[in-house]
């Protein structure tokens, strides 16, 4: 009788789970046991004793958040990848392997990670831990990366891309030329998201759905004008605008509400990975880089908010659920 409730309550938490969820956990442990190996491997070969210091701490970090994941799968029965090693110490030669060579390679793991954690995050949202968790890790690794990025500049050992010079820009902070082309599209994107947000409020009919339209337009608005901002230091022509008022349509019954919230959550979903790009591409100015950090937080907040919101409507889609 007890191993029968105990199998039920397994079985009743792994039903709080979804299938995609279940292979994003795994794939986030799986990737840091990965980097964990690779780091204390090469830590060996590394002569900058500041440097050295550098991926000790990204490895207890990383461990750190190895916990927490191994908790999430084994509350869910979900069987691990194949745990890292404790600790690496080979004989090495030091001259075989140069620090900025060092550098490059965990700032391309940094960077990858930001890639699996965003798409873990986009396609969570059965489960609120595994959700909470998801979210969490991607600020720390949006934060691991700004900070390393910082670090291999004062030690010159990044290469900076192409820059973009306008002989007419009113600044003379210096900026990539992938920066400005990920403003000028942030800019465009929100343009566009605008357009359809008002579209899609003409055609809402519950009333708190049209509360949240209006206020997604006037975070948009205010996001716009500090992106025109940055794009005008540069003396960077705008894109066009649309009309600000576009006619209403005579009836909103054959489109429902849960549709129009499925869309709007699934284009804040592609804010989020158009940020997370703009981010791991600025190298030059950290200042822009920040601008990008902010603005993926905040899309972050937005989208917790609005899944909770579509959970209580029953708005959300009903993705397969784990089942071992």
Same mark, same amino acid.
């Given at each position: 009788m007890l191993f029968t409730r105990t199998r039920d309550k397994a079985a009743k938490a792994r039903d709080q789970v979804g299938a995609e969820e279940a292979h994003r956990l795994w794939r986030v442990l799986k990737h840091r046991y990965i980097v964990i190996d690779?780091? #204390? &491997?090469? *830590? #060996? +070969? *590394?002569?900058? /004793?500041? +440097? !050295? /210091? $550098? $991926?000790n701490h990204l490895v207890d970090d990383w461990t750190k958040e190895v916990k927490w994941v191994e908790k999430e799968l084994n509350k869910y029965s979900i069987p691990s990848p194949r745990p890292n090693l404790t600790d690496i110490n080979v004989a090495a030669d030091p001259e075989s392997m140069r620090d900025c060579q060092t550098a490059r390679l965990v700032h391309m793991f940094?960077?990858?990670? %930001?890639? $699996? /954690? $965003? @798409?873990? +995050?986009?396609?969570?949202? %059965? #489960? @609120?831990?595994?959700?909470s968790l998801f979210k969490e890790l991607s600020e720390r690794s949006f934060r691991r990366l700004d900070q390393f990025i910082r670090y291999v500049k004062v030690k010159g050992w990044v290469d900076f891309p192409p820059q973009y010079f306008n002989p007419h820009a009113q600044t003379s902070e210096r900026i990539d030329s992938t920066t400005i082309f990920n403003l000028w599209h942030h800019l465009s994107y929100r343009y566009v998201v605008i357009q359809l947000t008002k579209l899609f409020l003409s055609l809402a009919n519950d009333a708190d759905f049209k509360l949240i339209l209006n206020e997604g337009i006037d975070n948009m608005k205010a996001q716009t004008k500090l992106l025109e901002r940055e794009l005008l230091k540069y003396n960077v022509m705008?894109?066009? !605008?649309? =009309?600000? *008022? %576009? =006619? &209403? =349509? @005579?009836s909103s019954e054959h489109v429902e509400d849960k549709f129009l919230f499925t869309l709007i959550l699934e284009g804040m979903k592609s804010a989020v990975t158009l940020q997370a790009m703009a981010i791991k591409e600025s190298i030059t100015n950290d200042r822009l880089r920040g601008l990008f950090q902010d603005l993926v937080y905040e899309e972050l907040d937005m989208i917790t908010a609005l899944i909770k919101y579509g959970k209580l409507k029953g708005w959300l889609l009903k993705p397969p659920m784990y089942r071992p």
């Open positions: 690779e780091c #204390n &491997t090469m *830590v #060996n +070969f *590394v002569h900058d /004793l500041e +440097f !050295k /210091l $550098i $991926i940094l960077a990858r990670d %930001i890639d $699996i /954690l $965003i @798409d873990s +995050f986009r396609d969570s949202y %059965i #489960n @609120d831990d595994v959700f705008l894109p066009e !605008k649309y =009309p600000e *008022v %576009i =006619p &209403t =349509p @005579d």
